[in-house]
C-alpha cells in the first residue's frame, strides 16, 4: 500500500511558475515509475509527465515539453513537477500515480492514486 498526498496547486497568472509536490508513504517509493497526469473540466485524464526510479530516464506530453520539469528525491519519498511558463490550458486538477504494469501513459496502469491538486492559470 502507498498513500500519496499532492500539495503545491493554486491560482497563477499566464507565464507564472508553481512546483508540484507529491509525497509518498507506505511502501518503498523508490521502486515505482511515478507519473503525473492532469483532468481539466470536461475532459479525458492526461499524462503530462513521468519519471522512472532513479530520475534517470523521464517523459513529457508535447503540450507541456520544454516548460515542465518532473524531478524526484527517493530520501525524502517525494516526486516534484516544476511548471514554468504556465498557460491557461495548463488549468487542471494535477494528480500523481505510481506505476503497477502495462504502458506508462495509460492512466490504468497506474494503481495508486492522490487527491489531487488544483490549478488554475488565469490570463
Known amino acids: 500500500q502507498v498513500e500519496l498526498v499532492e500539495s503545491g496547486g493554486g491560482l497563477v497568472q499566464a507565464g507564472g511558475s508553481l512546483r508540484l509536490s507529491c509525497a509518498a508513504s507506505?511502501?518503498?517509493?523508490?521502486?515505482?515509475?511515478v507519473a503525473w497526469f492532469r483532468q481539466a473540466p470536461g475532459k479525458e485524464r492526461e499524462i503530462v509527465a513521468n519519471?522512472?526510479?532513479?530520475?534517470?530516464?523521464?517523459y513529457y506530453a508535447d503540450s507541456v515539453k520544454g516548460r515542465f520539469t518532473i524531478s524526484r528525491d527517493n530520501a525524502k519519498n517525494t516526486v516534484y513537477l516544476q511548471m514554468n511558463s504556465l498557460k491557461p490550458e495548463d488549468t487542471a486538477v494535477y494528480y500523481c500515480?505510481?506505476?503497477?504494469?502495462?504502458?506508462?501513459?495509460?492512466?490504468?496502469?497506474?494503481?495508486?492514486w492522490g487527491q489531487g491538486t488544483q490549478v488554475t492559470v488565469y490570463s
Open positions: 519519471i522512472n526510479w532513479s530520475g534517470s530516464s523521464t
Open positions: 500515480a505510481t506505476h503497477r504494469s502495462g504502458p506508462l501513459g495509460a492512466s490504468s496502469s497506474y494503481d495508486y
Open positions: 507506505g511502501r518503498p517509493f523508490s521502486s515505482y515509475f
